[in-house]
């Protein structure tokens, strides 16, 4: 095997896969783009992503998902409907990235991988958007959804042309999100 390749691969689904818990469809939208349009690799877990069915599929998906999103309460009931989503669209995108290896190790490392960047990220925008409804009565609610969406896409694209980046990105992304929870946490035993 060649461990470069692996790395790059799992950086790739990584990233891709935490631009998922932002927007579940924009990703799978930017890799269906790159592959029937770039020949970005895939294997045969992902094949069918670069099919005529499968971009129209998935940009329409896409459009309906960002709309929704601006949707008053719509976009909160996304959020509950959208954490298995994410988890299993970050598994697949980990797993169809990497090279060929044993379905074993593959789907391990796209479960472990994909479904943890995905949830991770989901597990912030869902608490973000929780706060924002309550503190704002919903009305910051667009802003985060621009910015998840922002997000999204951004994540996507860096993902395919600059993977590594991508990753570390994400993983002081996550770092940072893991200390703001640990401060608030400390801050309301303190109150208590």
Sequence with gaps: MDWLHIGLSLCTGIALAAACGFRVFVPLLALSIAVRFFSFPVNHVLSWVGSDAAFIALLSAAVVEILAYYIPLVDNALDTLYGPLALIAGTLIAAGLLPEMPDLLRWSLGIIAGAGAAGAVQTGTSTLRAGSALTTAGIANP??????????????????????????????????????ARRRAHRTRRAS
């Design 143 to 180: 802003l985060v959804s621009t910015t998840e969406l922002g997000l999204s896409i951004a994540g996507a694209v860096m993902a395919l042309v600059l993977p590594v980046i991508a990753t570390i990105l994400f993983f002081i992304m996550l770092w940072l999100i893991i200390r703001a």
